[in-house]
């Protein structure tokens, strides 16, 4: 169903989607399409804390957002090592209009895509090659909407977010990427059954009455389905 896709209206909506090895993959590609309403300053998209409690340097594992400090540039972090390495987008996105993004990390460089086209700011990481660090507490949630896993560090979303996907692997920028920015929810050689997908939620759950605990569906066949928190009412569009 690609006709709806979950609004946050950028106050306290946001998808909490529990610890799993799966979701802190060595090498990685975070793909989501997101139709911002404002422009915002650092507003999640999707993130894995670095802590479950507070906000703490270095903050996040990995980051994706649609407006780096309030020029509506989309930006990503990928931690290695614990050094966040921050690759911002060529220009701004344009408001009420879905886009597409993507970051990739594949051990040595860290890449943003919009709209399926790479942007100039690449991140080479230090030494050469690392893998994505994590806290290694057991239990830092994924979450989609805003920046911490209990909804106090603010940065939440406003606008629709759909199609967001978590791969173990760096997509190829020139054959695969491009693929999941052509439409969304549409591509099915990258979905289900795909080994280096590890989490796709569609976010097309029609009502809020789908949105009960567990029912946030991960579409990748491994069950890391998500709880939302905040919505009262329709939350589709």
């Not at 650092?42 to 903050?59: E, M, N, Q």
């Not at 996105?93 to 943003?112: C, E, K, M, P, Q």
Request: hydrophobic share 35%.
């Amino acid at each position: 169903n690609t006709d709806f896709a979950l609004d946050f209206v950028g106050t306290d909506e946001y998808i909490n989607i529990r610890y799993h090895s799966d979701l802190e993959p060595e090498n990685i590609t975070i793909s989501a399409w997101v139709k911002s309403d404002v422009t915002g300053n650092y507003p999640a998209v999707v993130a894995k804390p670095w802590s479950t409690s507070g906000f703490p340097s270095p903050y996040v594992s990995y980051y994706l957002s649609t407006s780096h400090a309030g020029v509506g540039k989309p930006y990503a972090d990928i931690n290695v090592a614990g050094t966040l390495y921050t690759v911002i987008a060529d220009n701004a996105i344009t408001l009420d209009t879905w886009n597409h993004l993507a970051v990739t990390y594949d051990g040595t460089t860290v890449r943003l895509y919009v709209n399926g086209v790479v942007q100039a700011d690449t991140e080479s990481v230090g030494g050469g090659s690392g893998v994505v660090s994590y806290a290694g507490t057991g239990n830092n949630s994924v979450v989609i909407g805003q920046r911490s896993h209990d909804g106090t560090s603010g940065d939440f979303f406003n606008g629709n977010i759909a199609d967001v996907r978590i791969y173990n692997a760096a997509l190829d920028g020139t054959t695969e990427i491009p693929v999941l920015a052509s439409k969304i929810n549409g591509d099915k050689a990258l979905g289900a059954g795909t080994t280096n997908l590890k989490g796709h939620w569609k976010l097309n759950e029609s009502t809020i009455d789908d949105l009960d605990a567990g029912s946030v569906l991960d579409n990748s066949g491994n069950s890391h389905h998500g709880q939302a928190y905040g919505w009262d009412n329709d939350a589709a569009v």
